[in-house]
């Protein structure tokens, strides 16, 4: 129960509430002052989620492996096209993968910047962001009053109730003073400029739904102390302290995390957790960091099986230590990822997560007993030995392994039902561009 400090009268209407709420879920909140807002915004998620998840996972995993295929293919040919033809060609456009291919060879990326919102793959393809509201410039990087943000400020803008397009007028270190709480329906798109955030608090997307979040820096980021904070022109309210996380996504549907380079935060670089889903990490460069991503931070809440995530063209770099994600209760797809550096392990989890591995590169440190890219935590072998973690198509080098687990039992993963992945062998190309790219107007990204 920390975190609840009730320091005012409270009706019994709100008592009653909170007596009824899933207490797991809320104490780890950061909400200090559970009011009706918050409650209506919880009950909103949950319905959201409920909605977005996916009766078959499997159709998922199948579209997006389907889609890696088709774009390689495509990149393929018209390498060999141009091959053919004069020397004044500047080179087929690089991009290898499937989200990438659907804006980056395009030179009016700028004057068309919404077009990312079909470009999502994964479990998280549906999420749009600010498609369909306004361009919101921002032209101030200050973070001064998280209680009244400034127009112009990042702030202002992902707390509206509109959907916007944020994008910035140049490039810019923003240091957040607290937690930054976006809202629903917002895409926070830093192509074209160098964003950064660093040494100050992190991005969370709490009981919101349709977020995108494109090509910036985030690093070194720190608790917050927490106090009064708005997220909502008509609402603010008390906030206990924020975990120090790069990205971190409570209670939220349809996010897509793209591009962002993360490196060396207090807590977790990318948390997943209070029944999200509909989630799609792709393209993200991480390094310098222990615990990298958490999918679910409960084993005492099953409703986290609905969690439904893809994990895919990531590149998991220098320093990085475990957790790969680790995973609890839902359904993750980890496809075409880059793993060049790991001291504990890759993947983990508990409470009989199902992971899905495919053409991944897993390149096991030199250290014999940091071989297995698997943990299975706090069970015993008996029982982890039913929880389905497949391998298909990985690349295991430098002596890596993975020990598959698990039979068909629950879900059908026969041969004949699956798209069989690009194997791991094409990843360092699938990966080239991960992380944030300097993206020039007019041109190519
Ligand atoms: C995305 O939306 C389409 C059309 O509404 C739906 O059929 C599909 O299941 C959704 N995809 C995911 C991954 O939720
Ligand atoms: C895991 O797989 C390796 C080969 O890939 C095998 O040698 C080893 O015995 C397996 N370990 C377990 C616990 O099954």
Not at 46 to 75: G, Q
Not at 138 to 153: A, K, M, Q, W, Y
Not at 207 to 223: E, R
Not at 273 to 302: Q, R, W
Request: glycine share 8%; hydrophobic share 35%; proline share 4%.
């Amino acid at each position: 129960m920390e975190g609840f400090q009730w320091n005012r009268p409270v009706s019994l209407v709100l008592y009653v509430v909170f007596f009824f709420l899933s207490s797991a879920a809320v104490s780890e909140a950061n909400i200090a002052e559970y009011d009706e807002h918050w409650e209506q915004r919880r009950l909103q998620a949950r319905a959201a989620a409920e909605a977005t998840y996916h009766p078959d996972p499997v159709e998922v995993t199948n579209s997006f492996n389907r889609a890696v295929h088709r774009a390689m293919k495509e990149e393929s040919s018209a390498r060999r096209q141009m091959l053919g033809k004069h020397h004044r060609f500047s080179g087929p456009c690089m991009a290898t993968n499937p989200i990438d291919r659907c804006w980056r060879c395009r030179k009016d990326w700028a004057t068309d910047r919404m077009r990312l919102a079909q470009c999502a793959q994964g479990f998280g393809r549906n999420t749009t962001g600010g498609l369909g509201g306004k361009i919101y410039i921002v032209t101030d990087g200050s973070d001064d009053d998280v209680l009244e943000p400034r127009p112009g400020t990042l702030r202002w803008g992902v707390i509206q109730t509109e959907p916007l397009w944020i994008i910035f007028a140049r490039s810019m270190l923003i240091e957040l003073k607290e937690e930054l709480l976006v809202g629903s329906d917002k895409t926070i798109d830093g192509r074209g400029a160098q964003v950064r955030f660093a040494d100050g608090c992190q991005i969370t997307v709490q009981y919101a739904h349709n977020v995108i979040i494109h090509n910036i820096h985030l690093n070194d980021l720190i608790v917050g102390k927490g106090g009064r904070i708005r997220d909502s022109p008509q609402h603010a309210g008390f906030r206990t302290q924020s975990d120090g996380d790069g990205v971190s996504v409570f209670g939220s549907t349809k996010v897509w995390l793209d591009h962002l380079s993360l490196a060396n935060c207090q807590d977790g670089l990318v948390d997943v957790i209070a029944e999200s889903t509909g989630v799609t990490i792709s393209n993200c460069h991480l390094t310098n960091h222990n615990d990298v991503m958490l999918f679910g931070s409960s084993d005492s809440n099953p409703k986290d099986e609905i969690m439904q995530i893809t994990v895919a063209f990531n590149h998991f770099g220098r320093g990085l230590v475990q957790r790969m994600p680790r995973c609890r209760w839902g359904f993750f797809h980890v496809v075409n990822n880059d793993y060049t550096h790991w001291l504990m392990y890759a993947i983990g989890g508990s409470k009989n997560p199902t992971i899905i591995s495919h053409g991944n590169r897993y390149i096991a440190p030199p250290n014999l007993a940091a071989k297995q890219v698997t943990k299975q935590i706090g069970a015993a072998e008996a029982e982890w030995r039913n929880w389905v973690w497949h391998s298909q198509e990985d690349l295991l080098m430098n002596g890596a392994v993975f020990n598959n687990t698990g039979g068909d039992n629950q879900r059908k993963f026969d041969q004949n039902d699956l798209i069989n992945p690009k194997d791991g062998s094409y990843v360092t190309r699938l990966t080239r561009f991960a992380g944030s790219m300097p993206c020039r107007t007019g041109k190519p990204c």
